[in-house]
């Protein structure tokens, strides 16, 4: 048969089963029918959906729906398409020209066959598309009228694009995070003021019975009463007065002067008779003569003593007084003590020393590792106090600490290593982020 120019019919709209007319010839098993559900085609099945008839014609025939996808699709978009298998079944009988033409007709057939399976994998429309002239790093689009593609957005716009998205849901969510903080600090303020409010009630004229959103009164809660001057609070069944008057309360600026009773503050005390003289010198005969049980006195530095005879002495006679300050001295003169200052670590195996002053050997000492640059979890200022031996898992090391008459000292044969607050294992120090402090005290 002869056949002309194939051209694709516009769809039908679904509505009852039919028929539907197939405009063009076709051949047995040739006709596809597809209904558009939400914009995407969907297939229909030969026997189960449509039947066609004639199932051959040379020139027009019809599809008709079944009932149920009539039904189904009632409304749709329905589109009839042809897709005829390429298949080549001219055989050579006479000759070299017909083997020729045979094989030719092979290959034309075989090349359709490719083409059919390589247009599968491209987009393709319904109508026939004008061609463009595409420019280099543009994105290809339809066209508005839908007849063909223009150029498109280059990839530089639609990466700016996707940027200003992504900043732009970036900005959204924070300002989510900021709105939910809000609110969340909102609702803290506002359970904080209410919890205020249900127990500071204010100023009122007469007790009142609830509190100030009119639910019941809780025990603590607070109010000043403007009649009788004073502050009162709930007990759980009345209320009862806080404090005095603002006019009978202490007043700071004038130093306890306002006491009612010195006398009597002093017994509530627990003074009683005594500690209600106060002398500010008891160093003359007649000054300790005046002297009763009970009474506060200042001894000056004469009365100080330093030497254990001279102090014991003192106490015998109950003269010895001494200050604060005199203490710390006694202390310090008593007691001497030796710190060094930061002192660079050498772990050239030389021994490290420090002369303590202390006239003996100390009683106490120690060599401790002072952090001077943060390292191994260690803050500046941190120390570590060093031993002879310090080792864990079988990681030794070993540095001697002596001391005495003279000076306490240290050798190092190796970078010191101590136990790591970050890892919890022996680690070797950086020495220049440490330094050594030396300490003795003699007794």
């Known amino acids: 048969m002869t056949l002309d120019v194939f051209v694709q019919t516009d769809p039908y709209v679904v509505a009852g089963v039919g028929p539907y007319q197939i405009s063009s010839p076709y051949i047995e098993g040739a006709i596809r029918v597809h209904a558009v559900v939400d914009g995407v085609p969907l297939q229909l099945t030969e026997g189960d959906d449509f039947t066609v008839t004639p199932a051959s014609s040379a020139s027009t025939g019809n599809i008709v729906l079944s009932t149920a996808a ?17 298949t080549q079944g001219w055989e050579a009988r006479y000759g070299d020209r017909e083997v020729g033409m045979e094989a030719q007709l092979d290959r034309l057939t075989m090349a359709v066959q490719e083409l059919r399976e390589q247009l599968r994998a491209t987009i393709r429309g319904r109508a026939a598309l004008a061609a463009y002239d595409p420019e280099p790093n543009r994105v290809p689009i339809i066209r508005a009228d839908g007849l063909g593609l223009e150029n498109g957005p280059s990839a530089e716009q639609i990466a700016g694009a996707a940027q200003s998205a992504s900043d732009a849901a970036s900005a959204a969510s924070n300002a989510a995070t900021s709105a939910l903080a809000a609110q969340t600090a909102q609702a803290m303020t506002e359970a904080v003021l209410d919890s205020f409010d249900d127990r500071y009630l204010g100023a009122k004229a007469s007790e009142p019975a609830l509190d100030n959103d009119g639910n019941a ?7 000043y009463d403007t009649t009788q001057a004073l502050m009162k609070i709930w007990d759980g069944d009345s ?3 806080l404090s005095a008057g603002i006019e ?14 010195v006398d009597t503050a002093l017994t509530n005390l627990g003074f009683g008779a005594f500690g209600k003289t106060f002398r500010a010198l008891a160093d003359a005969a007649a000054g300790r003569a005046a002297l009763v049980l ?3 006195a200042v001894l000056n530095a004469l009365n100080f003593y330093k030497d254990d005879a001279a102090w014991l002495a003192a ?33 050239a195996g030389a021994a490290q020393t420090w002369a303590h002053g202390l006239g003996a050997v100390p009683n106490q000492w120690s060599i401790s590792l002072r952090c001077i640059t943060a390292e191994l979890g260690y803050s500046i200022g941190d120390e570590v106090t060093m031993s002879p031996n310090m080792s864990t898992s ?41 330094a050594l402090v030396a300490r003795a005290t003699a007794r």
């Open 294 to 296: 009970g009474d506060l």
């Open 315 to 347: 106490e015998d006679n109950g003269q010895a007084t001494i200050s604060p300050v005199q203490l710390m001295t006694v202390t310090a003169a008593r007691f001497p003590a030796y710190q060094s200052l930061n002192t660079a670590i050498d772990v």
């Open 217 to 223: 009164l809780i025990a603590g809660a607070l109010y």
């Open 248 to 261: 009978l309360a202490l007043r700071k600026s004038l130093n306890l002067s306002d006491l009612q009773s």
């Open 239 to 241: 209320w009862a007065a």
């Open 70 to 86: 009539a039904a189904t699709h009632a409304g749709r978009d329905l589109w009839i398409d042809r897709e005829t298998v390429a």
């Open 394 to 434: 079988g990681d030794t090391s070993l540095h001697p600490i002596w001391v005495n008459a003279t000076h306490i000292g240290v050798d190092f044969f190796s970078t010191p290593k101590i136990v790591s607050r970050t890892t919890n294992s022996m680690t070797a120090i950086t020495v220049a982020n440490w």
